[in-house]
């Protein structure tokens, strides 16, 4: 099993990122997915889930607004699609992966990409 996190980079406050995760090595339209991200110095955070059949997502209260989160299954791929970056969002984006149907927000996912990092610039 592999979680290829990519898209991750250097913008400017204000601007938009698209992360992407390809999925292989498992049967992707049985597993519910999710974002996590770490800045520096700080605890691992839930940043947003997406249920197995797509049809229901969570987002964390700091990002509602200006993230979404999204599946393609057969591209066995999850995006985050990331608008009116701040500063604050600056960290290391980790997808995952677990086995399930309901959005899970807890960091207790079974499978994990290798993150991929965002920098927001002031």
């Known amino acids: 099993v592999q979680l290829q996190a990519s898209g991750g980079g250097l913008v400017q406050a204000g601007g938009s990122l698209r992360l992407s995760c390809a999925a292989s090595?498992?049967?992707?339209?049985?597993?519910?997915l999710g974002w996590f991200r770490q800045a520096p110095g700080k605890e691992q955070e839930f940043v947003a889930g997406i249920s197995r059949s797509g049809s229901t997502t969570n987002l964390a209260d700091s990002v509602k607004g200006r993230f979404a989160i999204s599946r393609d299954n057969a591209k066995n791929t999850v995006y985050l699609q990331m608008n009116a970056l701040k500063p604050e969002d600056t960290a290391v984006y980790y997808c995952?992966?677990?086995?399930?149907?309901?959005?899970?927000?807890?960091?207790?996912?079974?499978?994990w990409g290798q993150g991929t990092l965002v920098t927001v610039s002031s």
């Open positions: 995952a992966a677990d086995l399930g149907t309901v959005v899970l927000v807890s960091p207790t996912y079974r499978r």
């Open positions: 090595g498992l049967t992707f339209s049985l597993y519910r």
